[in-house]
T-cell receptor, first 113, second 114 residues
Framework: AQSVTQLGSHVSVSEGALVLLRCNYS??????LFWYVQYPNQGLQLLLK??????LVKGINGFEAEFKKSETSFHLTKPSAHMSDAAEYFC???????????FGKGNQVVVIP | DSGVTQTPKHLITATGQRVTLRCSPR?????VYWYQQSLDQGLQFLIQ???????AKGNILERFSAQQFPDLHSELNLSSLELGDSALYFC?????????????FGDGTRLSIL
């Protein structure tokens, strides 16, 4: 079964510093990968997705992720953290048919002024 | 605004009771998914419907059931509630069943069992 690993439940980053959230997946089929963000008391909002094609994917709010098949990774980055980036971030992989998603445990990002 | 509407936003009830959570998908979306988010289990897929038919089941308890109606809205029914059922329940929708279709999430229903 497909699965996702996100290490480090809480990530602290200084305002203006690089944001790096790691995601490793396991999949027996070509993976479709997603990053979602969840702000307090809200649902999940799609940041970006990789299905096929270019391995460097750009998303909303200045985030991007690179699919590396050899490393089974899909790490999320943003060059300069903003206070508004404080939220929980989830990596997800398609699992099985019918577009079901398997989520990682999430990373709670805290931005330090 | 994702376009997915979930009601109610909060639900407080007691053990042994039954509740119904409602979801209206984005306009034109045929596929509806239900997820449970809890502190210990994280985000878990429960069940999926496509155009009124059940398509996939995940970690859904037998006490839980769902359906999708002809107007494409969906309901998740939780019965014989236990303390451990306290969680945030999300509904998501996508245009169809293809695997590259992103899922759009509602704001969730927070269920508290007392």
């Amino acid at each position: 079964a497909q699965s996702v690993t996100q290490l480090g439940s809480h990530v602290s980053v200084s305002e203006g510093a690089l944001v790096l959230l790691r995601c490793n997946y396991s999949s027996s089929v070509p993976p479709y990968l997603f990053w979602y963000v969840q702000y307090p008391n809200q649902g999940l909002q799609l940041l970006l997705k990789y299905t096929t094609g270019a391995t460097l994917v750009k998303g909303i709010n200045g985030f991007e992720a690179e699919f590396k098949k050899s490393e089974t990774s899909f790490h999320l980055t943003k060059p300069s953290a903003h206070m508004s980036d404080a939220a929980e971030y989830f990596c997800a992989v398609r699992t099985g048919g019918n577009n079901r998603l398997a989520f990682g445990k999430g990373n709670q990002v805290v931005v330090i002024p | 605004d994702s376009g997915v509407t979930q009601t109610p936003k909060h639900l407080i009830t007691a053990t042994g009771q039954r509740v119904t959570l409602r979801c209206s998908p984005r306009s034109g979306d045929l596929s509806v998914y239900w997820y449970q988010q809890s502190l210990d289990q994280g985000l878990q897929f429960l069940i999926q419907y496509y155009n009124g038919e059940e398509r996939a089941k995940g970690n859904i308890l037998e006490r839980f059931s769902a359906q999708q109606f002809p107007d494409l809205h969906s309901e998740l029914n939780l019965s014989s509630l236990e303390l451990g059922d306290s969680a945030l329940y999300f509904c998501a929708s996508s245009r169809d069943r293809r695997n590259n279709q992103p899922q759009h999430f509602g704001d969730g229903t927070r269920l508290s069992i007392l």
